[in-house]
């Protein structure tokens, strides 16, 4: 932090369509100053500065390491492409800065490891914006299956249909579901069972009638730690009865079975006596709660980033080394499914 102004010295770099998401939450925090927008338009990036009443002489770069150079930030926001994701985090750390980046970490296992090494040498907190953990419904979630209230988690499974007519990019993108989106729901996996990937099976498919040119289709199975089944299904080009982009759920335990619907939605039937065909049952309601900014969505992922690089807080629960697990349940089930195997993660 500058020790004149004792604001949080941020420099945005990518400044497109998820920045909307951004730039709001962001200057909630009075700790928190802009001290340069990058984006490889200038022009986009003026609109921010203008759209969100950034100070006027904010200055706008369209090469990284120019920005870098000349602003000496704390941190960087990446909000870039996922190719421009570990050339933007390389440069940072070698300029000494911190990083917080929009999913998914990388291109490439690889690349994702590259820069998860580079922080840890440079001594630079990094983390990933996974804001579908930061809502009140998964952290209701957790509480409940982290009271034991169903017993040790056996499975879960989840469904993500939707009819979607994004146009642009994403219509021409090979395994378009995996990799644009399926992180989302792989995160929550991991999040809500406590659990990591062991190894996928995974088959895409491009079903008849699909507006997508490859794999509008996945199902994949992931072997998780502590014998954990994963069971992700899900189509972008699903017409009809969608399930929302959080999927919806149903988590089983050795004492009952949970569904959710991603929001605030659960039902919950755990076992109440030990006779009969099918054991009695009794319903359990999940308790409410208060997570404070661990259920403000990108607001929340931005505060405890902040918190971290001030060093008044707990290092970020989608630090890149817990994220990386996250991250290489996609390129594993890219594997598979191209290699049409069992690929270990
Ligand atoms: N967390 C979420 O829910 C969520 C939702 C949408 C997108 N995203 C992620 O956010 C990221 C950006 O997505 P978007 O929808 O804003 O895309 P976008 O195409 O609207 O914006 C990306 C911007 O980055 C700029 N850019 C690309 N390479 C750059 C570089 N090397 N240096 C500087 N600027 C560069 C582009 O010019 C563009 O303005 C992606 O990684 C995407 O997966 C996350």
Not at 129 to 141: D, S, V
Not at 185 to 195: E, N, P, Q
Not at 241 to 270: H, M
Request: glycine content about 10%.
């Amino acid at each position: 932090m500058s020790s004149s102004t004792q604001k949080t010295r941020v420099l945005q770099v990518g400044c497109g369509g998820i920045t909307g998401a951004w730039f709001p939450n962001a200057l909630k925090n009075e700790d928190l100053e802009y001290v340069g927008l990058c984006d490889l338009s200038a022009e986009t990036a003026a609109k921010r500065r203008d759209e969100f009443k950034l100070p006027a002489d904010t200055p706008i770069f369209t090469d990284v390491e120019t920005a870098l150079r000349e602003t000496q930030p704390d941190c960087v926001f990446d909000c870039t492409i996922p190719l421009a994701h570990t050339p933007t985090a390389l440069l940072a750390f070698e300029h000494g800065a911190h990083v917080l980046s929009e999913k998914p970490m990388s291109d490439t296992l690889e690349n994702a490891k590259r820069a998860l090494d580079a922080s840890v040498d440079n001594g630079r907190i990094y983390a990933i914006t996974q804001n579908y953990r930061y809502a009140k419904g998964p952290r209701r979630l957790k509480a409940f299956l982290e009271s034991g209230a169903l017993g040790a988690i056996t499975t879960i499974n989840a469904d993500m249909f939707l009819g979607a007519h994004f146009g642009g990019f994403r219509d021409q993108m090979k395994h378009v579901l995996l990799v644009d989106m399926a992180i989302h729901t792989f995160d929550m996996a991991r999040y809500l069972g406590g659990v990591n990937p062991v190894s996928v099976f995974c088959h895409e498919w491009n079903p008849k009638g699909s507006w997508y040119a490859h794999d509008g289709s996945a199902s994949a199975i992931f072997e998780m730690t502590d014998d954990v089944v994963f069971n992700f299904r899900g189509s972008w080009c699903a017409t009809g009865l969608g399930t929302g982009f959080g999927s919806q759920w149903r988590i089983i335990g050795e004492r009952g079975t949970l569904l959710w619907d991603s929001q605030e939605g659960f039902q919950c039937e755990v076992e109440d006596g030990d006779e009969g065909f099918f054991r009695p049952v009794k319903q359990l309601e999940v308790p409410d709660g208060d997570f404070g900014s661990k259920s403000a969505g990108h607001g929340g992922v931005i505060r405890e980033f902040l918190d971290a690089v001030q060093g008044h807080g707990e290092h970020p629960e989608t630090s890149a080394e817990d994220n990386i697990h996250s991250f290489s349940m996609v390129i594993g089930a890219v594997e598979s499914s191209e290699a049409k195997a069992v690929v270990r993660l």
